[in-house]
């Protein structure tokens, strides 16, 4: 073990670490305090300072501040800055074998230097268009809320339980000013999403995430394909298992067998399944934009699904209706969740790289470290 003594320049001592001004002492140290460095040739190295308590007016006593490390941490910030960095890219239980500290130790170290970043930054200024979405990070539907920017794609806000309070707190801490400043919001048609943006942010265009619609229509498609299975002729069992994909895929990205097995059901332009199919490629040709305005597309769309007689379409119809405001908005301002999902996967792999998390804010801290520009540059490479 290495132990390296310090003494503070007369200008840094007595002074609060929270507002750094110079206070009046409080007591002085029994001992000398310690922190945690980077290892020096494989020994383990300590920072020492005889570091006395200060009495702050506004902060109360606390330990005066030193250059080297965080407010009230054990360890120095070049310590603190490695180990977050390596938790970015490696599992937190490598990190703690590799740096000689426990695991628990290691996610106190991360949430400090998010919060640390976060108290730093304003990232909630300057939101103009932000995408909302929630991620299920745990069984029993336990939910997060995150929030993205879409102009930077960073993660700006996250929050446990998907559910209309989560919602409103990312709204009281954007405030009113910022709130209004707020132009367009994508997100799914969740109710308890639109409750909320209707109150907080009336005046921002409100997007419905094209994947969420077409991922209905293709959902009633299925259960179409599944009831009728059994009256379509010419394919063999083998096919038929093949079938769900050649109708949900893109036409322009099927195999030739799959081609081959739409063309059968396509062929029969008055079946059950041919119309179900022919009703997915025009309300996916809507959302893609091709036309110049898709209000009167979308109209004639759903009228179309309403009178339709086929069961699965008729029943997704009033859901598309009562969100085609929403999804007018989001194919003319031509907005999805794109970048939200993104930042869901990358969480999705976190998670099991971790093989878990204890708590939902340790994985928002993770979620902030590596998607929210919380990631420190490592120590010592100037």
């Not at 330990?63 to 941490?73: G, K, S, Y």
């Not at 097995?261 to 009703?279: F, K, P, T």
């Not at 490629?281 to 979308?298: D, F, N, T, V």
Request: glycine letters at 6%; hydrophobic letters at 40%.
């Amino acid at each position: 073990m290495v132990v390296v003594s310090l003494e503070l320049h007369k200008n840094a001592r007595s002074r609060c670490p929270q507002c750094k001004k110079r206070c009046p002492g409080y007591d002085q140290p029994a001992a000398p305090r310690r922190w945690r460095h980077l290892d020096m040739g494989g020994w383990r190295c300590f920072l020492e300072l005889p570091a006395k308590r200060v009495q702050c007016p506004r902060h109360d006593v606390k330990t005066e501040l030193v250059p080297w490390a965080r407010p009230e941490a054990k360890m120095t910030r070049a310590f603190d800055d490695t180990v977050a960095w390596l938790c970015a890219h490696a599992p937190m239980t490598a990190v703690s074998a590799y740096l000689r500290v426990s695991w628990r130790t290691v996610s106190r170290i991360v949430e400090r230097v998010v919060d640390d970043h976060v108290g730093l930054t304003k990232r909630l200024n300057g939101l103009r268009r932000i995408g909302i979405d929630e991620i299920a990070y745990r069984k029993g539907r336990r939910y997060l809320v995150v929030v993205v920017n879409h102009d930077t794609g960073q993660l700006v806000w996250a929050g446990e339980g998907a559910k209309k309070e989560t919602i409103e707190r990312f709204f009281d801490e954007l405030g009113d000013v910022r709130a209004r400043r707020i132009t367009h919001i994508s997100a799914d048609g969740a109710e308890y999403i639109g409750a909320v943006l209707a109150e907080q942010a009336p005046g921002a265009y409100w997007c419905m995430d094209p994947f969420h619609v077409l991922q209905w229509v293709n959902q009633a498609l299925d259960r179409c394909r599944s009831r009728v299975m059994s009256r379509i002729a010419g394919l063999s069992k083998v096919e038929r298992g093949r079938l769900r994909w050649a109708l949900l895929k893109n036409p322009d990205s099927l195999t030739e067998n799959q081609e081959r097995l739409q063309s059968i059901v396509v062929s029969d332009a008055n079946s059950v399944l041919a119309r179900a199919y022919q009703m997915k490629e025009e309300i996916r040709h809507i959302l893609s934009g091709a036309y110049l305005s898709c209000w009167a597309p979308l109209r004639r769309w759903l009228k179309k699904a309403e009178a339709c007689d086929i069961p699965e379409i008729r029943t997704l119809a009033p859901s598309i209706r009562k969100r085609e405001v929403q999804i007018f908005n989001a194919v003319e301002c031509q907005m999805s969740n794109a970048r939200v999902e993104a930042t869901n996967c990358h969480l999705r792999s976190l998670t099991k790289r971790s093989y878990g998390f204890h708590t939902p804010d340790a994985l928002i801290a993770m979620a902030n470290l590596t998607r929210g520009g919380a990631c420190p540059e490592l120590p010592h490479r100037n």
